[in-house]
């Protein structure tokens, strides 16, 4: 038997409780016309200072009333989860913004074989969400899509079904409202499959919880923190990777200016900005890099469904970091004998600086590229390792008579 727990968080919700959870009750006969037997709704008043219990519990056995200290939006429904009896968990805010007759239609597609089943406010029906949270949303969304690598239009709804069975998976979540967003990135980087779900949007009646600049920050922050610990190297890589078109740019625009006739000649100030922000962003790539096989050894669910691998083994660039930062290396060492033998270091020069500070940076540049390779190998080597061992220790030994006798009967 199939069951949905419905799990609704409130904090000094007593205006709309009642009406939200007679909502929930009523749509028990949708439910069961698509596959799911039984349904649970489940409130967590959590810390409420006013009738919010009480108005609950004139429900009586219809409805579960848990009641706890304040632990904020995330803390509440994690009490829920861990209440809930259904194997479907479903859940949303107590304000009556979210609608529970679309509940129906997302357990169809978790039957079906979601994950996750979202509520999309952004995805084309009817909202009323206010311009300046449809646009923080649709920020959200591009930032997660570029962090994860996978398009989520509502990466923050608060309406959405889940397996019970995930749980373990997705697990740590924060308590506060960064919640949802969290949850939607250590899906994506877990592998998770995630459908969305068009639903109507209704805006709160008189002042909403969500503040605005503090908590998108937060959502921000949330969805940065968890990609890194999946992905760091879609992070550290992208910034490093800006850094070093950055500099190309300032380098290109120089050579266009010059030729064009615009500037006189090179601007040495421009050339050292270039090149701090070249080594910089080699930097920040290579960090990310390494940092991306220290992930691999403890997530271990992702390597077996080699969610680490999509680039392909054959086109890491960390493999030619080696002959990258020895040439890196050659080439630093070649301008400052270069530069001696042509007086270019004479403290007379207005720029007699210049050649050994790029001699230097590009030593340090090769050097750091040389040890992130040597890095970069002994992490790989240490992520194999478990897979190896456990390919060793499951081997099954095939007797060659067996193949021989089989060759024998079909000659």
Request: aromatic share 8%; net charge positive; glycine share 10%.
């Amino acid at each position: 038997m199939t069951m949905l727990s419905v799990v609704i968080p409130a904090y000094n919700e007593e205006d709309g409780i009642a009406a939200i959870v007679e909502r929930v009750l009523a749509i028990k006969p949708a439910l069961q016309a698509v596959g799911v037997d039984d349904l649970e709704c489940i409130v967590v008043d959590d810390g409420s200072q006013d009738n919010t219990a009480a108005i609950v519990q004139s429900f009586g056995e219809r409805v579960r009333l848990i009641r706890q200290q304040n632990r904020g939006y995330g803390g509440a429904l994690k009490t829920g989860f861990s209440q809930a009896r259904g194997e479907l968990i479903g859940f949303l805010d107590a304000d009556s913004t979210y609608p529970p007759e679309y509940f129906p239609q997302m357990c169809k597609a978790a039957l079906d074989g979601a994950d996750i089943v979202i509520g999309s406010r952004m995805a084309g029906a009817h909202s009323e969400m206010p311009l300046v949270r449809r646009i923080g949303n649709t920020i959200f969304a591009i930032m997660l899509s570029l962090v994860a690598g996978v398009r989520i239009s509502d990466s923050a709804s608060g309406q959405r079904v889940l397996r019970r069975s995930i749980l373990p998976v997705i697990y740590p979540l924060p308590n506060t409202l960064d919640f949802t967003p969290a949850m939607s990135t250590r899906a994506l980087h877990e592998g998770l499959r995630m459908v969305e779900i068009p639903i109507p949007y209704r805006e709160r009646s008189g002042r909403s919880k969500l503040h605005v600049v503090r908590d998108g920050l937060r959502f921000t922050k949330s969805i940065v923190w968890t990609a890194l610990t999946y992905n760091p190297v879609r992070i550290f890589g992208g910034v490093g990777l800006g850094l070093l078109m950055l500099a190309l740019l300032i380098i290109v625009g120089q050579s266009i200016g010059i030729g064009l006739g615009i500037l006189s000649g090179w601007s040495f100030p421009q050339l050292f900005g270039a090149l701090v922000l070249a080594v910089a962003g080699v930097t920040l790539y290579t960090t990310g890099t390494s940092f991306s096989y220290l992930v691999t050894l403890f997530h271990k669910r992702a390597i077996r469904q080699g969610l680490f691998g999509r680039r392909g083994n054959g086109r890491r660039i960390e493999r030619h970091y080696w002959w990258l930062g020895l040439l890196a290396i050659i080439d630093g060492i070649g301008i400052y004998i270069a530069a001696v033998a042509f007086d270019l270091t004479n403290p007379a020069l207005n720029y007699s600086w210049f050649a050994p500070v790029v001699s230097a940076m590009l030593v340090l540049m090769g050097v750091q590229l040389v040890s992130a390779w040597g890095l970069a190998r002994v992490l790989a080597e240490l992520s194999r390792r478990e897979h190896e061992q456990t390919a060793d220790l499951n081997w099954t030994y095939t007797p060659l008579t067996t193949s021989i006798e089989a060759t024998t009967q079909t000659a």
